[in-house]
């Protein structure tokens, strides 16, 4: 019975008397409206926030008893609230699974996997490309002259790299894939990281996401949800704040409900 209110946020909570349990290894779609709290709900789940009442419990301990290094470690979030780093496009990726940083073709595999290797080659550098690079030039007492050596020197400095918003949330997604690389991932937290990305890069991504599952919990929350709810073993579908409907896809579409009307608003 969860209920969650954002401190300092407005007298309606943003999740009320939340029941729900989810299998280990199970594939679980959220959905519903902007605002119906799925994000919230994924919030609690990763412990970036806790319940203002009720228990989030994980193989029957408490999420709050668990050390928050031991939950970081375990984890993987893939969300629209990326960063991008001041480092090479390769390290950008690399940092998802710290100790193969370096490892070349790890990191390749884990590019091609998000669907970034296409932006990436593109790229004079390729890997080594240096991603909002840092710079400072003064250029008050520097000649007009096209051939006056510190101007061609000025010239020469890399510019910034002006990255889409489709890109940016490929090389996030190759982060995560990196991420896996770790070998202690068991649960996976996929809240709307492909905003920015055609219908076809998505089902590439969220593809490649599912070939990913095993020995993993996966949980995605995304708008466009219909080629993953009809194999997803866990539908939560939610409103106001509420779980209001909660199964399968066939089950669910029988009802008539919430979900029932969600879906065929995309088909």
Same mark, same amino acid.
């Given at each position: 019975?969860?209920?969650?209110?954002?401190?300092?946020?407005?007298?309606?909570?943003?999740?009320?008397?939340?029941?729900?349990?989810? &299998?280990?290894?199970?594939?679980?779609?959220?959905?519903?409206?902007?605002? #119906?709290?799925?994000? $919230? &709900?994924?919030?609690?789940?990763?412990?970036?926030?806790?319940?203002?009442?009720? $228990?989030?419990?994980?193989?029957?301990?408490? &999420?709050? %008893?668990?050390?928050?290094?031991?939950?970081?470690?375990?984890?993987?979030?893939?969300?629209?609230?990326?960063?991008?780093?001041?480092? #090479?496009?390769?390290?950008?990726?690399?940092?998802?699974?710290?100790?193969?940083?370096?490892?070349?073709?790890?990191?390749?595999?884990?590019?091609?996997?998000?669907?970034?290797?296409?932006?990436?080659?593109?790229?004079?550098?390729?890997?080594?490309?240096?991603?909002?690079?840092?710079?400072?030039?003064? @250029?008050?007492?520097?000649?007009?002259?096209?051939?006056?050596?510190?101007?061609?020197?000025?010239?020469?400095?890399?510019?910034?790299?002006? &990255?889409?918003?489709?890109?940016?949330?490929?090389?996030?997604? %190759?982060? $995560?894939?990196?991420?896996?690389?770790?070998?202690?991932?068991?649960?996976?937290?996929?809240?709307?990281?492909?905003?920015?990305? +055609?219908?076809?890069?998505?089902?590439?991504?969220?593809?490649?996401?599912?070939?990913?599952?095993?020995?993993? $919990?996966?949980?995605?929350?995304? !708008?466009?949800?219909? !080629?993953?709810?009809? +194999?997803?073993?866990?539908?939560?579908?939610?409103?106001?704040?509420?779980?209001?409907?909660? @199964?399968?896809?066939?089950?669910?579409?029988?009802?008539?409900?919430?979900?029932?009307?969600?879906?065929?608003?995309?088909?």
């Amino acid at each position: 019975d969860v209920c969650f209110d954002y401190p300092g946020g407005s007298d309606q909570m943003a999740l009320r008397g939340v029941n729900i349990t989810i &299998l280990p290894g199970q594939l679980v779609v959220i959905v519903g409206v902007n605002g #119906s709290g799925k994000s $919230t &709900l994924i919030k609690l789940l990763t412990r970036l926030y806790d319940p203002t009442s009720g $228990t989030v419990s994980v193989d029957g301990e408490r &999420l709050s %008893a668990y050390r928050q290094c031991t939950i970081r470690q375990a984890t993987a979030v893939l969300s629209q609230a990326h960063r991008i780093f001041p480092m #090479s496009m390769g390290e950008n990726i690399g940092i998802g699974c710290v100790e193969r940083v370096r490892d070349v073709d790890a990191v390749r595999e884990a590019a091609e996997d998000g669907g970034a290797s296409g932006c990436i080659f593109k790229l004079r550098h390729g890997f080594d490309t240096i991603l909002e690079p840092q710079h400072r030039a003064y @250029g008050e007492h520097i000649s007009d002259e096209e051939d006056d050596p510190l101007r061609q020197r000025l010239g020469a400095l890399d510019k910034s790299i002006q &990255l889409s918003g489709g890109e940016k949330q490929r090389i996030a997604a %190759a982060r $995560t894939f990196m991420r896996f690389k770790s070998g202690k991932i068991r649960a996976v937290f996929v809240d709307e990281p492909s905003s920015a990305l +055609d219908p076809e890069g998505e089902l590439r991504l969220f593809d490649n996401l599912r070939k990913e599952r095993q020995g993993k $919990t996966m949980i995605f929350v995304t !708008h466009r949800f219909g !080629h993953l709810t009809r +194999d997803a073993d866990l539908i939560i579908c939610m409103k106001d704040g509420q779980v209001v409907e909660q @199964g399968q896809h066939d089950a669910l579409m029988t009802q008539n409900g919430e979900y029932r009307k969600l879906y065929d608003i995309q088909a």
